[in-house]
């Protein structure tokens, strides 16, 4: 049994995850089109079940959690009835995928017999291991619903839009400009607008190329 105060998290480089993100998406959603349908993916791809928990954010202070079966995706029920919770609970989802993908080894090995016990596990795992355990699944959620080259798209229409009104100052303006490109972007790909802008600068994509 894996004690959860020496877990180690498998060291990935980022390109590597962003990669694996491409391929995933483009084995599993051949249609290359965005928004990803990630509960189409689910039922017609994956061998996964969602299955809803009342009040889990409150039990775990989680959205979504991949138990060590490998086939069970369990999710806030509450999330999962509210329309206004669709893109968060999209994005828990494809982060759960992302330890699908990432941690399937780790996960296996976990021994639980309850939600409870799975959740307490990782709640046990030191905080720098957890750390980077997360991160790679946030990455690879990032990269599997917000393309790269899809998102250069809609970034440079976006652009040419503002550009036409007459705006030219991207090089010297903060984070409201960005803020206001992202929540012009989110709704293609149905995700948040937060999502948006942290995948326009990991990508290396602000500011952006001037359309003209």
Known sequence: MIDPGELRAPY????????????????????????????????FELDLEIRTIASLREAGDVDALLLGDLKTI??????????????????????????FTLHAELFSNIEYSSIQEWIEFF???????????????????GRLLVPREKLTEKLQEAVSVAEKAGFRGWDSTGDSTREFIAHAIAK????????????????????PQRTR
């Open 12 to 43: 990935i480089k980022i390109e590597d995850i962003r990669n694996t993100a491409d391929e995933f998406r483009a084995r599993h959603w051949p249609r290359d089109s965005v928004p990803v349908d990630i509960f189409e993916i689910l039922e």
């Open 74 to 99: 369990v999710v806030d029920q509450g999330d999962f009835l509210d329309e206004r919770a669709q893109n968060r609970l999209r994005f828990s989802i494809a982060h759960e995928l992302g330890h």
């Open 123 to 141: 709640q046990k795992i030191p905080d720098d291991q957890y750390y980077w355990i997360e991160q790679h699944a946030y990455e690879f959620a």
């Open 188 to 207: 293609h790909f149905e995700v948040s607008e937060q999502v948006i802008e942290k995948r326009i600068l990991k990508e290396g994509l602000w500011p």
